[in-house]
């Protein structure tokens, strides 16, 4: 069989799968698994192989003309070179652990069946647009996984945030589409052709007539898949989805899928100053944000969404200095510790029963109740830290070291200006995660208190997928200097100069946030009485033991399947510190900044302002004109109608002498009437 035909198969399994799965979920419920986890495990074989076919040497190319269109065809294409070798294997990785993960997480959920269905299908489209070389159909995995997200997210849609949520999501993903769609099309038509290579080859020879608005419409729908911003705030809700969802969206789709799209059309990019420079400014915009807004969050899963957005920043400003080998990098390591932490805080959120950090600091155990989550998560967090030697070390600061070339002019692939921009914003960044990281670590392991109930040892299943991530999120730093041909870079290996800033800064950020947290903890040891917090009733974010155990005892099968407990922030009280709760290091650390940051800088509620409040007041004028205005035209029209009929149906007497009278009088006033019009004429 040839690289091509296994090519084809990597995204064709796990789409066969989904529709087996839609079509026999409910007559053969036996095989719900088989085929949620044989096929995904078969494309992860299949794409294991042809990357090591590909080697990171000469791209692989096939095509076939899929329809005639005329001067633009769309041909069903394959480009598979290192880097899109590499990210199939990292999609198939991931999204196998989350099948096998979900077996034991979601065991009797009823929806099982379509949910493991709707993962393979997710799964499929980001295949598709990975080993795609055709931008036509690129687009059609681009938009099935928008599509599937709405489903995921919504997964658990008895619950009003589920709903708002996946509703969010797809809205705001296809509201940067639109231009996207429309740059696509002035891109094939400066070039001549939808294929990537032909593409690329335009624009090495200076074929594009509008470089610039066509890649400033591209960046609009790659910041709104990738939740940069402006278009970010749809992915911290989307944490109201099952924690695996999370774990795919976050670590191998949908938000990859903008990163992806822009390193494989880079050149597109490069060749406007202008969009790289938009590239760097959102990049350092979405980086700073997202990790202050992660800093002042008490949900453990909001905590690592916005910590998404703001890797996703890096990989971004990564592409903005002109280094797509860099920003790849970046993606995978960020993929591999980034799911670890999603399905690790499953398990916690179970054993804690709440996503609240400030409930888990009142818990003394859970680093001995749930060991595997406990180690595989601090690793995730070293490695998010960028903490040698660990794989976020090493793609953070090639990212750092590419913006340090175009800063000091020591590259000729993006503007210096942009160089600056993502430097100076990356270096802030890296202390600020360091900062969230190590507060997420110490709220989550490091409380004090009484032991929350116990709800089981975790299934083998959850803990094995947990250590199988951690293997890639340890190592994969390690190997970087055999992978440095898959990237098509220069330099992934850090300089001695951003190693020493990177990791400094990470060092004083993590510092001081222990050091705010030994403090708290001080100072509430020694001046508050420990029934503090029964004064203050509504200060506790989250709701009762019960309740919140209860919601998540389905994910080992022991309760009725509900979502994923999730504390509202909106309207957060801090509680009052105790010896068991010393209080939040963040909120010092952020000091006035905090109650800004904890609800995302108000964005949510400026575009209800700007955009859903007057969308939904012309809906209502709209409304109003069509029930009182256009309504009574329709029902005026009718009843004249209607009128008319019912004196013809009241003359109908059946009375001959009525009929005879009747015409008699018309004959006469016809006379009249014609003897009127003779006098007259």
């Not at 329809?67 to 196998?96: K, N, Q, R, Y």
């Not at 880079?266 to 760097?280: E, Q, W």
């Given at each position: 069989m040839t690289t091509t035909t296994l090519a084809v198969l990597v995204p064709l399994l796990p789409f066969l799968g989904a529709a087996a799965g839609l079509l026999l979920g409910r007559k053969a419920p036996g095989f719900v698994r088989p085929l949620a986890l044989l096929p995904t495990l078969a494309a992860l074989a299949l794409a294991i192989t042809v990357a090591a076919h590909q080697g990171g040497?000469?791209?692989?190319?096939?095509?076939?003309?899929?329809?005639?269109?005329?001067?633009?065809?769309?041909?069903?294409?394959?480009?598979?070179?290192?880097?899109?070798?590499?990210?199939?294997?990292?999609?198939?990785?991931?999204?196998?652990?989350?099948?096998i993960y979900s077996t034991a997480y979601l065991r009797d959920d009823p929806r099982y069946a379509s949910y493991a269905a709707l993962v393979s299908l997710f799964t499929s489209a980001m295949l598709l647009v990975v080993y795609s070389g055709d931008l036509m159909v690129l687009l059609v995995g681009w938009e099935i996984m928008g599509i599937c997200s709405y489903f995921l997210v919504g997964h658990y849609w008895e619950t009003p945030e589920a709903r708002a949520a996946s509703l969010k999501a797809f809205l705001v993903t296809k509201l940067g589409d639109v231009p996207f769609l429309f740059g696509l099309f002035a891109l094939a038509a400066d070039a001549g052709t939808f294929r990537i290579t032909g593409i690329l080859n335009a624009v090495a020879t200076g074929g594009l007539d509008h470089p610039t608005l066509i890649a400033l419409l591209l960046v609009a729908g790659v910041a709104g898949k990738s939740a940069q911003f402006p278009l970010h705030t749809w992915l911290p809700d989307a944490m109201a989805g099952p924690t695996p969802v999370s774990a795919l969206i976050h670590?191998?789709?949908?938000?990859?899928?903008?990163?992806?799209?822009?390193?494989?059309?880079?050149?597109?990019?490069?060749?406007?100053?202008?969009?790289?420079?938009?590239?760097?400014?959102m990049a350092a915009v979405t980086m700073v944000g997202s990790a202050l807004a992660a800093l002042a969050q008490d949900d453990i899963k909001r905590v690592l969404a916005y910590s998404t957005i703001g890797q996703l920043g890096y990989m971004t400003g990564a592409l903005a200095v002109g280094d797509r080998g860099a920003a790849v990098f970046h993606l995978l390591s960020h993929g591999a510790f980034k799911a670890l932490l999603f399905l690790g805080a499953g398990v916690i959120i179970h054993a804690a029963g709440t996503n609240s950090l400030a409930a888990m600091s009142r818990m003394g155990d859970l680093p001995k109740r749930i060991p595997d989550a406990y180690w595989t998560m601090t690793i995730a967090l070293?490695?998010?830290?960028?903490?040698?030697?660990?794989?976020?070390?090493?793609?953070?600061?090639?990212?750092?070291?590419?913006?340090?070339?175009?800063?000091?002019?020591?590259?000729?692939?993006?503007?210096?200006?942009?160089?600056?921009?993502?430097?100076?914003?990356?270096?802030?960044?890296?202390?600020?995660?360091?900062?969230?990281?190590?507060?997420?670590?110490?709220?989550?392991?490091?409380?004090?208190?009484?032991?929350?109930?116990?709800?089981?040892?975790?299934?083998?299943?959850?803990?094995?997928?947990?250590?199988?991530?951690?293997?890639?999120?340890?190592?994969?730093?390690?190997?970087?200097?055999?992978?440095?041909?898959?990237?098509?870079?220069?330099?992934?290996?850090?300089?001695?100069?951003?190693?020493?800033?990177?990791?400094?800064?990470?060092?004083?950020?993590?510092?001081?946030?222990?050091?705010?947290w030994r403090a708290l903890r001080y100072k509430a040891g020694s001046n508050i009485p420990l029934g503090a917090v029964a004064a203050n009733p509504e200060a506790d974010p989250v709701?009762?033991?019960?309740?919140?155990?209860?919601?998540?005892?389905?994910?080992?099968?022991?309760?009725?399947?509900?979502?994923?407990?999730?504390?509202?922030?909106?309207?957060?009280?801090?509680?009052?510190?105790?010896?068991?709760?010393?209080?939040?290091?963040?909120?010092?650390?952020?000091?006035p900044l905090h109650r800004h940051a904890a609800t995302g800088f108000h964005l949510d509620a400026l575009y209800r302002t700007l955009f859903v409040r007057p969308v939904q007041a012309a809906a209502e004028l709209v409304r109003f004109l069509d029930r009182e205005v256009v309504d009574t035209y329709v029902r005026g029209a009718g009843a004249l109608p209607r009128w008319l009929g019912f004196a013809v149906r009241r003359s109908q007497t059946g009375n001959v002498q009525t009929y005879l009278g009747a015409l008699v009088a018309g004959s006469v006033v016809l006379a009249i009437a014609a003897v009127l019009v003779a006098a007259g004429a």
């Open positions: 040497g000469r791209p692989i190319d096939a095509a076939t003309r899929l329809t005639p269109t005329g001067s633009v065809p769309i041909d069903l294409a394959l480009h598979i070179d290192g880097f899109a070798a590499l990210v199939a294997v990292l999609v198939t990785v991931v999204a196998t652990c989350v099948q670590a191998a789709t949908m938000v990859a899928a903008g990163v992806y799209f822009v390193a494989r059309l880079l050149p597109v990019f490069a060749a406007s100053a202008a969009a790289m420079t938009v590239l760097a400014v070293l490695a998010l830290a960028a903490i040698p030697p660990f794989a976020g070390f090493f793609s953070k600061e090639a990212v750092l070291v590419a913006a340090e070339h175009t800063a000091f002019g020591d590259s000729a692939t993006g503007p210096s200006g942009a160089g600056w921009i993502v430097l100076v914003s990356g270096l802030l960044t890296a202390l600020l995660t360091a900062a969230y990281a190590t507060r997420l670590w110490l709220l989550a392991f490091r409380g004090r208190g009484p032991a929350a109930p116990d709800h089981g040892k975790q299934p083998l299943a959850m803990s094995t997928v947990l250590w199988v991530l951690a293997v890639p999120s340890l190592a994969l730093g390690l190997a970087v200097g055999q992978l440095a041909g898959w990237f098509d870079v220069h330099a992934l290996t850090p300089t001695v100069t951003t190693a020493v800033l990177g990791t400094g800064v990470a060092a004083v950020g993590g510092i001081m946030t222990y050091a705010s709701t009762s033991e019960e309740e919140a155990i209860a919601t998540h005892e389905a994910a080992y099968g022991t309760a009725r399947p509900s979502p994923d407990h999730r504390p509202s922030t909106s309207h957060f009280v801090a509680p009052l510190p105790t010896a068991q709760d010393p209080g939040d290091p963040g909120r010092l650390l952020l000091g």
